[in-house]
């Protein structure tokens, strides 16, 4: 099974919205509702942002949201800050398989 | 707090073996799936392998299956990962992670990882 897509980059300007995708197929994201959002700031581990497309964990800011639409799941990150700055992996469960997407760097302008 | 820290990762030579060890504290281990991710240089994550909280059920990568083995003892608060025929492309930052249950396979909380360097 291929990784799930996501674009290299996004951008944004502190206070303004970004929405970065991830595109996988109908045996993955398209068939469950089990898509994952992780925050990696560099020298760190991953941070669950949003699990199950849309639940955000305790202590991870309403600013933070997921959805899903088909294949597409994307995370929308409201009222930019400086500390988004990181990289953001999806990841979605697939018969007994996670797959991940290579990854999106958002940087805050 | 809930606490993973891993141990054992290090410079091993192509073909070679690792084990990777995880130390579990601030919850009950046996309640929850647990499973191993790896962050490859200039790459991004892949999910390695999980198993079940009693250690009955045990899922696997395709690019490990036959080569990586996860276990864990829920008596020693500890999860660990038997890496044999070790190959360059295994060389990754090995994270021990925590399952969210009932979400599909997402990962709660994570540890710092351990670096496995395979190289001749």
């Known amino acids: 099974q291929s990784a799930l897509t996501q674009p290299p980059s996004a951008s944004g300007s502190p206070g303004q919205s970004v929405t970065i995708s991830c595109t996988g197929t109908r045996s993955d994201v398209g068939n469950y509702n089990y898509v994952s959002w992780y925050q990696q700031h560099p020298g760190k581990a991953p941070k669950l942002m949003i699990h199950e497309v849309t639940k955000r964990p305790s202590g991870v800011p309403d600013r933070f949201s997921g959805s899903k639409s088909g294949n597409t799941a994307s995370l929308t990150v409201s009222g930019l800050q400086a500390e988004d700055e990181a990289d953001y992996y999806c990841?979605?469960?697939?018969?007994?398989?996670?797959?991940f997407g290579g990854g999106t760097k958002l940087t805050v302008l | 707090e809930v606490q993973l820290v891993e141990s054992g990762g290090g410079l091993v030579q192509p073909g070679g073996s690792l084990r990777l060890s995880c130390a579990a504290s601030?919850?009950?281990?046996?309640?929850?799936?647990m499973g191993w991710v790896r962050h490859a240089p200039g790459k991004g994550l892949e999910w390695v392998a999980s198993i079940t909280g009693d250690g009955s059920g045990e899922y696997y990568a395709d690019s490990v299956r036959g080569r990586f083995s996860i276990a864990r003892d829920n008596a020693k608060n500890s999860l660990y990962l038997q890496m044999n025929s070790l190959r360059a492309e295994d060389t990754a930052i090995y994270y021990c992670a925590r399952d969210v249950p009932y979400s599909g396979w997402s990962f709660g909380c994570w540890g710092q990882g351990t670096l496995v360097t395979v190289s001749s």
């Open positions: 990841s979605s469960y697939a018969d007994n398989n996670v797959l």
């Open positions: 601030g919850f009950t281990l046996r309640s929850y799936w």
